[in-house]
């Protein structure tokens, strides 16, 4: 899926974010990954704005998009903020997952 920032509408915008978030949960994809997605189609942001945005330093931006570190719990919050998201406990075996995501999609279209 190839756009732009500009060509994305909200509802785009929301239809993108929920896939991501699914394919994190998943296991396709990792929390850096995303970010960085998010990031660069949503907010098209290099790292040194994105950074300054949420007030911390580029290099632990980087690491975060690179999946190495382990930042703290408020760090990774000021990360995901501008995207409405936050850190939360997640299922580890991707059974439960699945019947979880699949529970929300009957729960969402009803």
Do not use: C, W
């Not at 190839?2 to 949960?25: G, M, P, W």
């Not at 994105?50 to 632990?60: D, E, G, M, N, P």
Request: charged letters at 25%.
């Amino acid at each position: 899926m190839e756009f732009t920032v500009k060509q994305l509408t909200a509802s785009q915008r929301e239809t993108f974010l929920i896939s991501l978030v699914r394919n994190v949960l998943q296991g396709k994809l990792s929390e850096g990954e995303m970010l960085q997605m998010l990031r660069k189609k949503i907010l098209g942001m290099n790292q040194d704005k994105y950074a300054k945005l949420v007030q911390i330093s580029r290099r632990t931006l980087t690491s975060i998009e690179k999946n190495r570190g382990n930042q703290s719990t408020d760090v990774l919050n000021r990360v995901f903020r501008p995207f409405g998201l936050h850190v939360g406990i997640v299922p580890m075996k991707a059974a439960t997952i699945e019947k979880l995501l699949s529970e929300s999609a009957v729960n969402t279209n009803t």
